[in-house]
């Protein structure tokens, strides 16, 4: 599948109505397939985090949240309807992370990737650091990209 036109990124601040559809997106894409529960206790933790949407018209299609950690940003919680998937969204959203952590003048981008996922980051440059590791019930990889 190709491009989507009219696809619309934006930055949306924490508690706003784009932020709560990402909860629901978050849920539907990455929780609920692994069988776990909405738990809305983690959500006051993300107050101070950078959150990127995706919109097509009126239908928020994907989302992730940028954690600024010292030197680094740290990329969680990526998620694209499953719709949209393989249609550049997530590629998209990852570049304006990207662009983001270099406005920041953060040194690399860090991710907890799931084996599913990996693909996809080291086709956009990322690479895999140290061991594979358990997180949620299912394996992971650190991944890294750096900026300097």
């Known amino acids: 599948m190709g491009e989507i036109p009219n696809i619309e990124f934006e930055f949306v601040d924490w508690g706003s109505v784009k ?29 101070g985090d950078i959150h990127l949407v995706a919109n097509h018209g009126d239908w928020l299609v994907g989302c992730m949240i940028l954690t600024e950690t010292g030197k680094d940003l740290k990329m969680r919680q990526v998620a694209v309807a499953n719709k949209y998937r393989r249609c550049k969204v997530g590629a998209r959203m990852v570049a304006m992370a990207e662009a983001k952590a270099i406005d920041l003048g953060k040194q690399k981008m860090i991710l907890h990737a799931r084996d599913t996922a ?26 890294e990209k750096s900026f300097v």
């Open 118 to 143: 990996m693909e996809f980051y080291l086709s956009l440059g990322y690479s895999i650091v140290g061991d594979s590791f358990e997180e949620v019930g299912i394996p992971h990889h650190r991944m």
């Open 19 to 47: 932020y709560v559809q990402s909860l629901a997106l978050r849920h539907e894409v990455l929780r609920k397939p692994l069988g776990l529960v909405f738990d809305a206790s983690i959500f006051p933790e993300e107050r």
